[in-house]
Each structure stands twice: as structure tokens, then as C-alpha cells.
């Protein structure tokens, strides 16, 4: 499930970007670690492997609908999380760029939610405990059922998340979640069988496949995922408060930033913040509504007050798009060919 | 899905009356996004008049409407679902438009639709203006880590590949089912399976292409350009001004 | 019994690779289609199958015309070997591939595997039956994507250029068993010998049209005509 | 010249594809290889050019032994035109495919250029040097995937099925630009004919093993011998 730049403010897309973007130099730096290069085109098959996976639909049974495999899991187990969130991630950049899924801001969140969990938390400390190396068939189902369960799980539940932190969605937290978690957990249990089908199939014709799972390489950290799934859990809380009212995280904010000038402790802190955003004008305006009247003014007010908004400011807005349109055709025109460069002329 | 694929990469790389390096073509698509995803949930004007800049690029640069309009067509239901609800869940009125009272979340749904096509068409302009190899230059230029660069050029490069793979093979399989019977979970496990066999095979046999012709490691690389030229500067504080310019008229 | 009218097909990059494509075959002829390298002969049959729908124009098949909706029924009564034997095989042990579409079809499974055994021995497969059809050499593999498709028994068995990468006895092999089938055929195929030993009627192909049929023996022998179609007399015609 | 002494190799299955063969092709012959489906000639193929590696006996090239450490210099002299066009092809424009050897081997971009306008015009692919080489028609892929090798100039060319899904002219265009060629050729194919045209020794394969070798018109006419190792006479030979 991506998450679309839309419907992210760019405080949330900006730190998911943050994490994601560590994540990913984290792995590369474990990866070159490892030193085996023979591994680097293998990686590069598979990701674009998952991507021609999902080309493959199959049917559901007793919905009449399709579905197709997201791969998170799969990958991780033919790869080891490193390669894996790696591949994974370049996946996910692929499609952003290539099939409007997701976008640019929301990058970091989707590779968070589609790439981490599976890879850091699901196939270490899930899949891992459960079957651990062994062969036996029963152990494996469990691990890999349970695994793409949790996985994709934890990736709705971050979806949920970001989308009340950034609060340009209407939809409660509550009623969000409830609507996102048992889709995911079918598509979850559809993962998991699929895996499973996947990984004893290969298992029995091509086992060479697997090797690198079997040969355990260095797993992260367990610290790093619990500390992770605090920080989430943290998240979750303060959403179910702020979605009860419009404009989730600033407005949750602002409400904590009211109590804890209420009880006058960094007070400083926040002005600081609320006035670097204030100069820079270029963060959210949010910051603006970070100061509790303009909350009230414009968001909590029943009167249309945003002087932004107005038939003329629509007729405006639009004669611009015209103008711009135009604009392009004639610089478009009044350029001979030879002068056009492609995109970049000076590369030959 | 598989058109889409195919569209990229046969459309000649479009031109445009600037010559502006990558790097600088990925910073401006950045800052832009970012300007755009940063306007207020009720703003719809300044969305619209965000729109003006890549609807300059398309007609300056004389890129084919129609497919971009077709993609926008794909736009992801999740976002239409997003959308749709707010007007449900925020009826305060918010402009009067004729005697129609038009509600704050038919607005702040309009600016979601609104910033989900701005947001798509940017970076599809991205990807026509710029071929994807240089884009992951370019990349590798503003810091990314080489190995991630390396991994998204061959990701990209096996893609088409496989998708081709995959779609004949869906297509083996669609022409001997019937009444659903060849479709289901298990049958379509072990094809994926089988394209994963395949997917390494042909791999090897790439390879074997590759080294075959002389092929060590490193692909050959095409491209010497210069990191920033005035021009690149020049319109880096152009759009700058301009993106600020519209920010401070629309947003107050 | 085939027809086609006025077929015009795009490729999504512009291509015209089909342009006005008239055709009718009658049932229980065995056609042949024949023309140079590009001419839009693999477009025709992916046509036949449902695969591409034309742009304009229509064909039907046994009074069916090709549509999305009747898709299925025509996939019954289609069988297609494709000019690649790769977009042919798809399971990792060939018996599972020559299986898969009689079970779809819901046939009986002791039926099917008696088939299978009688097919598979007769093309020299049987013993490698378990194989994966990627370890195949290729001329073993084309034969194994006839297989998949005779074994179902198609009512109408399109093959496009069935002959490559088989070796003299197995094309003789082939050759024989085309004769004896009875549904209706076309072959498309430069291997105009082929085409001589096994079509009652041909058609040339041209940059995406029909441009002249009639009896195969007739057309082959024309020398000037298939010159004009970049094609040669067969081999054994020449000299 | 060639020398291959009691080479053999097993695939990963245990399949014996190589059972002692030995084969000797002097410099600038033009040696035609021969035999029936799975008789092991893409498998002694890719050994010529060091993909696989055999597990008895020796290759040696030029005097180059095939082993690891010469595999470079061996990969600069030896081109390889595979059975399976689709195993050559790998690029997102022809163009650019056609290129990709030449640029390795550092040769001068202008030379390069102007030889391959004048190679792809000679094989009808100059208009469709833009398309990704899986939109060509099967003709066209096998012409591009020859291309590919050709520019390199190889002092070795094997060629695994050259003429297959080649129209007739096509095929009669290969024919002279092999018999144009100076260099060392081995061509593996099942169109006899094309081996008559273009080759000087013949050498029959069977089960993995090299069982008469002669002058080509000698092998090729006598009808027990080539029967007796699953072939026919040339069609040209036949009635
Ligand atoms: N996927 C594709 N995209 C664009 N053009 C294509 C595609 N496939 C084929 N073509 C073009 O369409 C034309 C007809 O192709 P087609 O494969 O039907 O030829 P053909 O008659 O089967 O040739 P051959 O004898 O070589 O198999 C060719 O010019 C080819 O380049
Ligand atoms: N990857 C593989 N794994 C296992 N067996 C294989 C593999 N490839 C080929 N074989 C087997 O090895 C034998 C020789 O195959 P090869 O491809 O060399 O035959 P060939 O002489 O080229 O046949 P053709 O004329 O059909 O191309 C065949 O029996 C084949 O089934
Ligand atoms: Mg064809
Ligand atoms: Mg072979």
C-alpha cells in the first residue's frame, strides 16, 4: 500500500525521509562490509524481480478480485535484510518515478513502511525465532505466515500514522485504522501463503537459491527495532488525540506545546522553533497555525475566512495556469530548432 | 501497467528551450514538490497556480499530452478514497459560489486531487526530460551512496527484461485457463517461482552477453558534464524567486 | 472458418504492423502464411488468439468474434504455438506444462496422462519429462510447446514458424504429423518446403496485408511473385 | 585453429552433453557442425567461448588454452552468435547494443559509427536502430544479435542456428556475407543447405560426441551416414 505525497505534510514526509535515507546508508555501509560482489547483480535481478512478480496477478479465492505478491518478505529471505532493504528501496524509488506510485515525498515513507519492516523487524525477530535454519515444513509455514502477517501490519499501521500526523486527510484515526487493518491482515495471510508457495518451490527445484538465507549473515540489532516500534507506538498515541479535531500533527502540536506552556517548561524551546519557521517562511506555514488563535481562527471557525479561497482567487489562479501554458508555447515557437537543446545538449 | 513501462522507454527524450544540467533538473523537481505539498489543506488557488509550472514545461518543451493525461486517469483509488472522505467528514461551509455552498472538505479534497496531479506530471517531466541513467548520475552527484546508484541503474535495466518476461509468461498461462481454474494462489506461487528460476538464468545469460563483448564490471560511462554552469544557476534563483513569488501572493 | 476484415494494429510506439489485413479461411483448410522478415505475420497471430485486438476492422473466428468477452471461448478452440518457444513453457518440469491446460479444461486426469505419454514418446520426450523446459536445448523445447498445445486438441491449431531449430528427421517428423491432424491449420513459416508439404492454400504477406493467395503449389511456383514479396522459390524448386 | 581434445561435460542434472569429444578446425576453414536435437552443439558452442568450462579434456584456440585466466584475451578474439537471439540482446535500444562490444574494446567512436550505419543498413536494420530489441519481429532479432558479434570483426565466429526465423532473402543475404567473411567460422545448423553454401569440412554430432567429419558436399550427400546419425539429405539433394 504507498502512500501518496498528497496526503503527507512535508514535516512527516521530511523525517520518514530522514530515517528512510540513514536506513539505506546503514545497509550500504553493512553491505560493503561484506565484501561479496558477485552478490551486487543478483540484487539487481531480484529487485526488478519483484517488480515483474507484481505483474502476475492471481486470483483470490472467494472475492472475485486479484492480487499480486509484494515481495518485502520474499526478498529478504533470499537476500538477508541489508541486500534486501537495499533492493527493496531501489524498487520503491523506481516506482515512484516511473509509475506515479507514492511520489517524491513520500518516499521515505513508503520505503519505510513497505522496505523496514519486513527486512528489519518481521524476517530477524519474527521469521528467524520461529524457524530459525530449519528445514522442517511446519516451522517455515508459521514463520513465513506469521512474518508477511506482521509485516504488513506494521506497514498499515505507519500508514494510518502518517496520514493523521499530517493531517490533510479528514479521516479519524480510529476509523482509519479500523478500515486498514483487516484488508491488510487478508493481504497479509495472501503474502504469507504466497512466500511460503514460492520459497518450498524453489526449495525443491533450485535450492542453490536459497543459500544465502541459510548461511546466517549478520542480523541487526534488536535494540534498533524495539526502539523503533516505541517511537510508533508514541506516534499512535498522539494521533488519537489529535484526529479527534481537523489538521492532526500541527494541531497536536500546538496542543502540546499549549499544555507544556501551561505548566511553563520550554517555553523557549518552542519560540525558538516557531520563530526559525516563522523566518525561513518556507517550512510550513503550519507554523503559523503552530499559535493556538490561528487554529482557531482558520480551521476550527465555521466562517469561510481563508482570503486565499475565493471565486476570484480560483478565476486568478487559473488565468495563470493559461498564461503559463501559453507562455510555453511561445518560447517553444520562437526558438529555431538547432538552438533546442535536448534536455542536457552539452551531454554527447 | 506493462504500457506504461514500454511508453518510457521508447519516447525520444523531449527537448526544452534551457539547458540545464541533471543535478539542477532534480533540485528544481524537489523544491518544487516540496513548495507544492506545503500549501495549506484549503489553499486550492495556490495549488492551481503551482500547476502553472509544469504545465510551462509541457507545452514549452512539447511533451505529448495524452499520455501524461492517461496516467492521471490511473490516479490511485487510495487517494480518491482520501479524497472523497473529507468532504463527508468536514461539512462546515466554506464558500458561497453562486448560492452554492460549498463545504471546507470538498475544498481540502479538491487540493488533495489537485496536489496528487501537480505532484504526478513533475515528476513524470522529470523522467522524459531526463534519461534514467543520468538521473542516476545525477543522484550519485548529490550524495547518494554509489552502491544504491549502482543497484537502481541495474534495477531499472533488468526490468524491462523481466517485465517482459513475466508478461509472456502470464500469457502462457491466461491462454491454457479457464472458468478460473489455473489462476488461483497456488498455480500463480509456483510461475512466480518459475520466473524467479528464469529471472536468475537469464541473468546469467546477460552476462554471458555482456562478457562476451568485452564487458568488465563497469558500464561504459557516456556522459562528462559539468557539475553547474550559469545557467544552471541562473534558473536555480529564477524558479527559486518564482515558486516564493507565488508562495507569498496565494499563501497569507 | 477465419475471417478477417479491414484488421488495422499499432504497435504502442506507432508501428502499423497490421494495415487492412483482409483474410477468410475455411474450416478444415490447412493455410499457410508466408512473407518477409517483419511483415506482421506474429502480429496476425497473436490476433488469432486474442492476445492483441485489432484497432479496427474484425475478425471472427467460427462465428465468434474476437472480443474480450468471448475471449475464454475462443482460447478453447484456439491452440497457438508461438514463434518463441520460451513465451510458450512456463512450469519448471515440462510434464507439469504439457498437463496444465487439459486439466484447466477440466478433461479427465487418467485420460490426460495416457495422452501425454502417447504424445510425448512420439516426439522423443517422454524420457525428459521431468525436466525443467529452461534445460531443454532448443530444438526440444520447440517441440515441447507443440506439445503443450496439441494436447488439447484444438479445434483451429495456428503455428508460427514450427520448423526452426528442428533437425531434418524431426521437421519430417513434424511434417506427418500436421498431415494427419484433422482441425483446421495455418503455419506460418519460411520454410516454404514446408509450407509445400503441409498447405492447401497460401497467403503472402506484405508490410501488414494480404497480398496474394490461392493454391499453395501455384503460388510457390511463382517465382516472380515471390520475388516481389522478398521470398525465393523453395529450396527444392531451385536449380 | 581449434583443437578440442576427449572433452567432456555434464550439466548440474548429471546430463552427459559432451562425451569425449575431440574436434580439430584448421584457421580460416569454414566448418559446418551437424546433428540432431540434443545432440550437444550449443553445449560444445558455449564452451568455445570459456561460459562453460569442461570437466574433462582440453580446449585450446589459437593456442590459447580455454581456462580461466585467458578468457579475457579468448573473449576478444572468438564472437558468439547465440541459438536464442533473446540471450544477445540485452539493451533498451538496438542501436546502442550494436555499440556495446566496440565501446568495450575501446574502440574509436567516429570508426564505430560509421561502421555500424553501414553494417545495419547492409542487414535492413538502420530505420529500427531506436527500438528496444524486443520490439523487432523475430527476423530482425536474429540479424541484430548477429550484428552485434560482427562489428567486433572476430578472428572466430560461431554461429549456433544462424538461419533460423530469417525469410528466404534474408537467409540468401546471410549466405553471401558469410562467404565474404575472412575469418575462421563455425556454423551450427539444421539447414543443411546453408551448410552446403557456406562451409568447407562438415563435422556430425551425435550423443555429445563428433562421429565423421569430411568435406561438406561428401558428408553431405551420402544419405546412410547422415541417416544414420538422425539427419536427411539437403532438400536440394532430396527427389
Ligand atoms: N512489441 C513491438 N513493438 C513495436 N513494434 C513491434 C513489436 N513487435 C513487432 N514490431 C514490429 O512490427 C512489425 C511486424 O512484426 P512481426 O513480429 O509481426 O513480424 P513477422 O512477420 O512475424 O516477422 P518474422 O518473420 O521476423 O517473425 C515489425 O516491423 C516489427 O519491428
Ligand atoms: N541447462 C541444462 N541443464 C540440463 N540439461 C541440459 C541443459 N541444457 C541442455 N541440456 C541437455 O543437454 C543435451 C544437449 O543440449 P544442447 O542444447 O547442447 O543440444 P543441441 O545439439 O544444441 O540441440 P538443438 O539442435 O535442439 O539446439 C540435451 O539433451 C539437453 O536436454
Ligand atoms: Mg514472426
Ligand atoms: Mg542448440
Redesign the pocket.
Known amino acids: 500500500m504507498h502512500i501518496a505525497d498528497a496526503l503527507l505534510s512535508p514535516v512527516v514526509g521530511g523525517s520518514f525521509w530522514a530515517v528512510s535515507a540513514a536506513l539505506i546508508g546503514y545497509s550500504a555501509k553493512k553491505v560493503s562490509l561484506e565484501a561479496d560482489g558477485s552478490k551486487t547483480p543478483l540484487m539487481g535481478v531480484l529487485g526488478a524481480f519483484v517488480f515483474a512478480a507484481q505483474m502476475i496477478n492471481f486470483s483470490i479465492p472467494g472475492t472475485g478480485s486479484s492480487g499480486h505478491l509484494s515481495g518485502g518478505l520474499l526478498l529478504t529471505l533470499l537476500l538477508g535484510p541489508y541486500r534486501a532493504f537495499i533492493a527493496l528501496a531501489s524498487v520503491l524509488v523506481i516506482q515512484s518515478l516511473f509509475f506515479a506510485d507514492g511520489g517524491l515525498l513520500a518516499l521515505g515513507c513508503n520505503i519505510f513502511n513497505l522496505a523496514f519492516f519486513p527486512a528489519f523487524v518481521a524476517f530477524p525477530f519474527i521469521y528467524r525465532i520461529i524457524a530459525g535454519n530449519s528445514v522442517s515444513p511446519g516451522k517455515r509455514a508459521a514463520g513465513s505466515m506469521t512474518a508477511a502477517i506482521a509485516s504488513l501490519l506494521m506497514g498499515a499501521y505507519c500508514v494510518v500514522l502518517e496520514t493523521t500526523l499530517s493531517g490533510i486527510s479528514e479521516l479519524p484515526f480510529s476509523t482509519f485504522l479500523l478500515f486498514m487493518l483487516p484488508i491488510h491482515l487478508v493481504i497479509g495471510i495472501v503474502e504469507g501463503l504466497v512466500t511460503l508457495a514460492v520459497v518450498s518451490f524453489i526449495m525443491k527445484t533450485e535450492p542453490t537459491l536459497l543459500a544465502p538465507q541459510l548461511a546466517a549473515s549478520s542480523k541487526p540489532r534488536l535494540t534498533l527495532a524495539l526502539f523503533t516500534i516505541a517511537a510508533l507506538t508514541l506516534g499512535g498515541i498522539i494521533s488519537r488525540f489529535s484526529s479527534s479535531l481537523p489538521d492532526g500533527l500541527e494541531w497536536s502540536m500546538a496542543k502540546v506545546s499549549k499544555q507544556e506552556k501551561l505548566h511553563g517548561r520550554q517555553d523557549n524551546v518552542h519560540d525558538l522553533f516557531a520563530s526559525l519557521q516563522n523566518r525561513t517562511a518556507f517550512l510550513p506555514d503550519y507554523s503559523f497555525k503552530i499559535s493556538p488563535n490561528v487554529i482557531d481562527k482558520t480551521a476550527l471557525s465555521a466562517s469561510p475566512v481563508n482570503p486565499g479561497t475565493s471565486v476570484s482567487g480560483i478565476v486568478g489562479s487559473l488565468s495563470v495556469l493559461l498564461l503559463a501554458g501559453a507562455a510555453g508555447f511561445v518560447l517553444r515557437k520562437s526558438l529555431p530548432n538547432s538552438q533546442r537543446g535536448i534536455a542536457n545538449p552539452r551531454v554527447k | 501497467m506493462k504500457d506504461i513501462v514500454v511508453q518510457n522507454r521508447n519516447d525520444q527524450t523531449p527537448t526544452l528551450f534551457l539547458s540545464i544540467g541533471d543535478q539542477t533538473a532534480l533540485i528544481l523537481s524537489a523544491i518544487f514538490l516540496f513548495c507544492v505539498l506545503s500549501v495549506p489543506k484549503y489553499n486550492l488557488p495556490a495549488v492551481i497556480t503551482y500547476a502553472s509550472f509544469p504545465v510551462l514545461v509541457i507545452t514549452a518543451a512539447h511533451i505529448p499530452v495524452k499520455p501524461l493525461l492517461h496516467r492521471l486517469l490511473l490516479l490511485s483509488p487510495f487517494v480518491l478514497i482520501m479524497a472523497a472522505a473529507n468532504p463527508w467528514l468536514d461539512r462546515r461551509p466554506f464558500l458561497d459560489l453562486f448560492g452554492m455552498t460549498i463545504s471546507g472538505g470538498m475544498i481540502s479534497g479538491m487540493v488533495i486531487v489537485v496536489k496528487t496531479m501537480v505532484a504526478i506530471t513533475s515528476l513524470q517531466l522529470l523522467t522524459l526530460l531526463v534519461p534514467f541513467y543520468r538521473l542516476a548520475l545525477a543522484l550519485k552527484r548529490v550524495g547518494v551512496p554509489e552502491l544504491f546508484v549502482t543497484q537502481l541503474l541495474l534495477v531499472y535495466r533488468y526490468s524491462f527484461l523481466l517485465a517482459e518476461e513475466a508478461v509472456s509468461m502470464k500469457r502462457a498461462r491466461d491462454m491454457r485457463s479457464f472458468d478460473g481454474k489455473g489462476k488461483d494462489l497456488f498455480t500463480t506461487a509456483k510461475l512466480i517461482g518459475s520466473l524467479l528460476i528464469r529471472t536468475t538464468s537469464r541473468a546469467e545469460k546477460i552476462y554471458r552477453a555482456m562478457t562476451a563483448r568485452g564487458f568488465q564490471r563497469r558500464l561504459p560511462e557516456k556522459t562528462e558534464m559539468p557539475s553547474f554552469t550559469r545557467v544552471d544557476i541562473a534558473t536555480l534563483v529564477f524558479s527559486f524567486l518564482s515558486l516564493m513569488a507565488v508562495r507569498m501572493l496565494f499563501i497569507h | 472458418m477465419i475471417i478477417a476484415e479491414e484488421v488495422s494494429f499499432f504497435y504502442p510506439d506507432g508501428t502499423k504492423a497490421l494495415d487492412n489485413l483482409s483474410l477468410t479461411i475455411l474450416a478444415h483448410e490447412s493455410a499457410g502464411i508466408i512473407g518477409a522478415n517483419g511483415a506482421g505475420k506474429s502480429t496476425l497471430v497473436n490476433h488469432l488468439n486474442g492476445f492483441f485486438l485489432p484497432h479496427n476492422g474484425k475478425i471472427s473466428i467460427a462465428g465468434l468474434e474476437i472480443k474480450k468477452k468471448n475471449i475464454e471461448k475462443i482460447r478453447q478452440q484456439v491452440g497457438l504455438v508461438f514463434q518463441n518457444p520460451d513465451d510458450q513453457l512456463f512450469t519448471a518440469r515440462l510434464y507439469d506444462d504439457v498437463l496444465f491446460g487439459p486439466l484447466n479444461l477440466g478433461m479427465n486426469k487418467q485420460d490426460i496422462d495416457a495422452d501425454a505419454e502417447k504424445l510425448l514418446s512420439n516426439l522423443g520426450l517422454w524420457e525428459?519429462r521431468d525436466?525443467p523446459p529452461?534445460?531443454?536445448?532448443?530444438?526440444?523445447k520447440r517441440f515441447a510447446a507443440f506439445a503443450t498445445v496439441l494436447i488439447m486438441r484444438p479445434s483451429l491449431l495456428v503455428m508460427d514458424e514450427p520448423t526452426s531449430?528442428l533437425?531434418p528427421r524431426n521437421r519430417r517428423k513434424l511434417i506427418n504429423l500436421v498431415n494427419t491432424l484433422q482441425s483446421t491449420k495455418i503455419t506460418v513459416s519460411h520454410d516454404l518446403d514446408f509450407i509445400w508439404d503441409t498447405c492447401d492454400q497460401a497467403y503472402i504477406m506484405a508490410e501488414g496485408r494480404i497480398t496474394a493467395h490461392g493454391a499453395t503449389r501455384e503460388i510457390l511456383s511463382n517465382r516472380e511473385l515471390l520475388e516481389a514479396n522478398g521470398l525465393e522459390l523453395p529450396l527444392r524448386l531451385q536449380k
Do not use: E, I, M, W
Open positions: 525428459l525436466k529452461s534445460h531443454l536445448s532448443q530444438g526440444q531449430d533437425d
